[in-house]
Nanobody
Framework: QVQLVESGGGLVQPGGSLRLSCAASGFTFSNYDMSWYRQAPGKERELVAAIASTGGMTNYAASVKGRFTISRDNAKNTVYLQMNSLKPEDTAVYYC?????????????WGQGTQVAVSS
C-alpha cells in the first residue's frame, strides 16, 4: 500500500538546522510531484516547498525562501527538506505530500507528519 513516512523532526534552537526526510513506497515515486506542507496550532495547513517529479523545478513559500531547500532522490524514493536559520514561527507539524494529475483525476498521498519545534 501507499506509504509516506516522514522523519527528522525535533526540537532545535532558533538559528539551528534540521533535515526532514520522507520515504515513499507503494507508488511510482518518480511520477509524482512532491511537496512539504506544515500546520501550526490553530492555523491552516500551508505549502512550504514543492519539487517537480523530475526535480527540475522547485517552489517555496515566501516565508522560507532562502532558508529552506527541497530536494529529491528518485533512486531512493525519498524527498528532503533542509531547513536552516530556523525561527520560532517555523514551529509546526510538517507533512509530506505526493501529487499527480492524470486528467481528470488527481492523486494525492500524505504522510503522518513530523513535529518541528523551534525554541530556546
Amino acid at each position: 500500500q501507499v506509504q509516506l513516512v516522514e522523519s527528522g523532526g525535533g526540537l532545535v534552537q532558533p538559528g539551528g538546522s534540521l533535515r526532514l526526510s520522507c520515504a515513499a513506497s507503494g507508488f511510482t515515486f518518480s511520477n509524482y510531484d512532491m511537496s512539504w506542507y506544515r500546520q501550526a496550532p490553530g492555523k491552516e495547513r500551508e505549502l512550504v516547498a514543492a519539487i517537480a517529479s523530475t526535480g527540475g523545478m522547485t517552489n517555496y513559500a515566501a516565508s522560507v525562501k532562502g532558508r529552506f531547500t527541497i530536494s529529491r532522490d528518485n533512486a531512493k524514493n525519498t524527498v528532503y527538506l533542509q531547513m536552516n536559520s530556523l525561527k520560532p514561527e517555523d514551529t509546526a507539524v510538517y507533512y509530506c505530500n505526493a501529487h499527480r494529475l492524470v486528467v481528470p483525476r488527481a492523486y494525492d498521498y500524505w504522510g503522518q507528519g513530523t513535529q518541528v519545534a523551534v525554541s530556546s
